[in-house]
Every structure is written in C-alpha cells, then in structure tokens.
C-alpha cells in the first residue's frame, strides 16, 4: 500500500442541478447562511473574473509537483472543479496556461489551487475560471507524490471529495455535501432579503432607525 501515493474511487458529489441553483447566488450571501466563519480570503480569481462552481475533484500534492493534477484532468468530468492543495507554497507553479487549455477543453469547470499559477497574463486575458494563491514563473515537477479524492486543505478550509465549490470576485467556499441543500435555501433566503433591501434604499424608504438603537444598546453615549 502506498501511504500518499494513491488515486482514490469518488463516492459522491453534488448534483448538477444543485449547482445550477447556487450559480444565481453571490458567494458573499453563501458565506452569510455559513454563519460567516467558512471558506478561505486568501485565494484570488487569476482570471477575467466570473462565477465558479461544481463538485469538487480534490488533488493533494507535494508543493511545487504538478503530476497527480495532469492525472485529475484526465479524470475530470465535465464540470468538475479540481481543488488543488498544494500546501500553499508559491514559489513553483502547479498549472499554467497549457493545462488550462487542456482543462478548459475537456469541460473541467475551473481550478482552486492553494499554490501559484503561471501565464498569468494569459490566464488573466480568459474567462476560464482559475483561483490561486499566487504567481511564479518557475514551473512544476512532475514526480508525485499525491493523492486524488481524499480529504484537502485550502488554506485551512476543509474539502471533501464532491463537495460544492463555489468562487466569484470575493474568493471560494466549501459547502459541505450533507449541507449543500439547506444552505442553498436559506441562502435563496438571504439573497431575496438584500435585493428588497436595495430596492427599499432606491425608493427612499429603508428604515435606518435600526442604527441607532443598536448603539443605544450596546451603551454608546451620545453627547447633548
């Protein structure tokens, strides 16, 4: 047996369905119904910007080793996301521009890389979807070791293979399989609360008197 060194069978992931539902909701609401103490603030879109999500094809591997990820891209089903944990260290590059070509071609939904990406400039010019902690010129090694469909860390977030990936301009969260569904509703929730909000605040009748009584609860004096 091969202790760090194995290509695990997924058991689960989300539904398509499912996916499609979240693609109408902000990330920022997703983290609201998660109590706000989810997903990680240090993994920024590389790319033109835009939406990301879908069960996630998780990756560990030795920082700055790329080959266990080349294999999750033969893997991949269309609209996987490849969570990458590659320890968060930036000074090689896990993927680069030929390999989001290749991901991008097979119908890969995006990447989540905690580590670095390279062609940042062509990465950048493109709408498919890469999230990375960083950029480095140096490229990979491709000698392993590694794991595909085990349990990761993205910057202490954890991701289970087939969990929910979600990621837009305020960065990526991990909704938990088992609580894909609920959170998904009380989210739909949130986000109609903020959007009546909005238009109250554009009509000229939100109700700010909520302010006020907060502080005088919480002992703020006010002088005379």
Request: proline share 5%; net charge positive.
């Given at each position: 047996m091969a202790i760090g060194f194995a290509i695990h069978k997924?058991?689960?992931?989300?539904?398509?369905?499912?996916?499609?539902?979240?693609?109408?909701?902000?990330?920022?609401?997703i983290s609201d119904s998660m109590s706000r103490i989810a997903g990680t603030n240090r993994l920024r879109p590389m790319h033109a910007g835009g939406w990301l999500g879908g069960p996630a094809l998780?990756?560990?591997?030795?920082?700055?080793?790329?080959?266990?990820?080349?294999?999750?891209?033969?893997?991949?089903?269309p609209g996987d996301v490849i969570v990458v944990d590659a320890g968060g260290v930036l000074v090689n590059a896990i993927i680069g521009e030929i390999m989001s070509t290749l991901a991008e071609k097979k119908g890969v939904a995006g990447f989540v890389i905690d580590g670095s990406i390279r062609d940042a400039g062509a990465i950048r010019a493109g709408s498919?979807?890469?999230?990375a902690a960083g950029v480095a010129h140096r490229g990979p090694y491709k000698d392993g070791p590694g794991e595909i469909n085990c349990a990761i860390s993205i910057d202490g977030m954890i991701v289970e293979p087939g969990d929910l990936v979600v990621a837009d301009d305020d960065g990526v969260l991990c909704v938990p399989y088992d609580d894909a569904e609920a959170i998904c509703k009380l989210t739909e929730a949130?986000?109609?609360?903020?959007?009546?909000?909005?238009?109250?605040?554009?009509?000229?009748?939100?109700?700010?008197?909520?302010?006020?009584?907060?502080?005088?609860?919480?002992?703020c004096e006010f002088e005379d």
């Open positions: 997924a058991k689960r992931k989300v539904s398509p369905d499912l996916v499609a539902r979240y693609r109408t909701l902000p990330v920022a609401n998780t990756v560990k591997t030795r920082p700055g080793d790329n080959l266990m990820v080349h294999k999750a891209i033969d893997l991949a089903q498919f979807p890469v999230f949130k986000k109609a609360t903020e959007e009546k909000a909005i238009q109250q605040i554009l009509a000229g009748t939100s109700d700010r008197r909520w302010v006020d009584e907060a502080l005088q609860r919480l002992g």
